[in-house]
C-alpha cells in the first residue's frame, strides 16, 4: 500500500515525463500481474473446495462401482467353479469305476492262485467240501434209519492230488549231558499199622 501511495504521489508531480509514463505502465503491469495471481489462488481455493465436497461423492460412486464389478466377476467366476467341480466330479467318479473293476479283477486273480496252490497241496476246495458234508448228512439220515445207502463216488472238478512227503530225518543220537546226574529220590515208606 505504501508503494502505491508513493507511485500516486509521483504521478501528480511528474505527470507528463516519459519516464512517468513508463513508471506508470509498469506499475499497471504489477498491478494486473498481483490481481492476476490473487484470482489463480482464489481459482485454486474454489478447486480445492469443490474437489473436496465432490470427492465424497466420487469416492461413494466408484465404490459403488467397484461392487458392481465384484458381483459381475463373482456370478461369471461362480459358474466356471462348478462347471470346473462337475467335470472334476466326472473324472474322479470314472477313476474310482476303473479302481473298483481293477482291483475285483486281481481280487480273482489273486483267488484263483490261492485255490490252486491249496489243491497242489492237497487241500479240497469249497465244491468239495459242500459236496462231502452233503454225503455226511445223507449218511447220517440213513444211520438214523437204520439203512445204509450204496456209497457213490464224490463228484469232483478236479482230483486233489497228495501232498508230497520230504523223507523224515534220522534220529538225533542223545546227547550226553555234562550235568552230573542227580541221586535217585527213595521210596516213600508207607506206615504201618
Partial sequence: MAKLKKTARAKTAAAHSPAADLQAKAEQVSRSLVESAQQIWMAGVG???????????????????????????????TGKVDAVRDAVEGRVGLVRERT?????KLEKVFED????????????????????SARVDALTM?????????????????????????????AARPRKSTRPALPKARKPVSPQA
Fill in 47 to 77: 478447486a480445492f473446495t469443490r474437489a473436496q465436497g465432490e470427492g465424497s461423492k466420487m469416492f461413494e460412486a466408484l465404490v459403488k462401482e467397484g461392487m458392481n464389478i465384484e458381483k459381475t466377476t463373482r456370478h461369471l467366476a
Fill in 100 to 104: 473298483v473293476d481293477t482291483w475285483d
Fill in 113 to 132: 492262485r490261492v485255490q490252486r496252490a491249496l489243491n497242489r497241496l492237497g487241500i479240497p476246495g469249497r465244491d468239495e467240501i459242500n459236496a462231502l
Fill in 142 to 170: 440213513a444211520l438214523n434209519k437204520g439203512t445204509a445207502p450204496v456209497a457213490k463216488p464224490v463228484a469232483t472238478t478236479k482230483t486233489a492230488k497228495p501232498a508230497r512227503k520230504t523223507p523224515a530225518k534220522p
